[in-house]
């Protein structure tokens, strides 16, 4: 699959299902490193998080490729449930798609906010885009950026 040809489109409440089955097969490894992975949990945490409005999905090629959310707060904006599916990992299209949205919400002066599980690769990815630590506990790290930050 070519991932420089993307598109972002508005998640619908049909979309609730694939994607928490992603979040579950993505979010695994780093659960059960932290012991912490439950099959039925993994999966009713995002039903129950799940908003159509702050969600879009990542379409690929023609096809599901993942999701990604950016739900407005009164710190700034939290960007969740960003899932790529394993295939399409580590080719750039994460960066891309990361990329598209922080163009969007520097234009717009915010400061993003997100939590990444501890040891979790996903960490690189948000510090190579200007993300830095907040605070972090045993099992997540809480990162921020200022709108405007570089990438490195």
Do not use: K
Not at 21 to 41: N, Q, T
């Amino acid at each position: 699959m070519d991932t420089r040809t993307w598109t972002l489109r508005p998640a619908h409440p049909a979309d609730v299902e694939p994607i928490a089955e992603l979040r579950a097969v993505v979010m695994r490894p780093d659960l059960e490193r932290l012991g912490r992975f439950d099959e039925h949990r993994v999966r009713q945490r995002f039903r129950d998080a799940f908003v159509a409005g702050h969600t879009s999905v990542i379409v690929a090629e023609g096809r599901f490729a993942g999701c990604v959310a950016l739900r407005p707060a009164p710190d700034g904006h939290w960007l969740e449930h960003f899932y790529l599916a394993p295939e399409l990992q580590g080719r750039g299209l994460g960066s891309a798609v990361l990329r598209s949205l922080l163009v969007r919400t520097d234009a717009d002066g915010i400061v993003v906010r997100l939590d990444v599980l501890q040891g979790s690769a996903a960490r690189r990815l948000y510090e190579r885009h200007g993300f830095g630590v907040e605070s972090e506990d045993a099992v997540d790290v809480f990162m921020v950026r200022e709108p405007g930050a570089r990438a490195v």
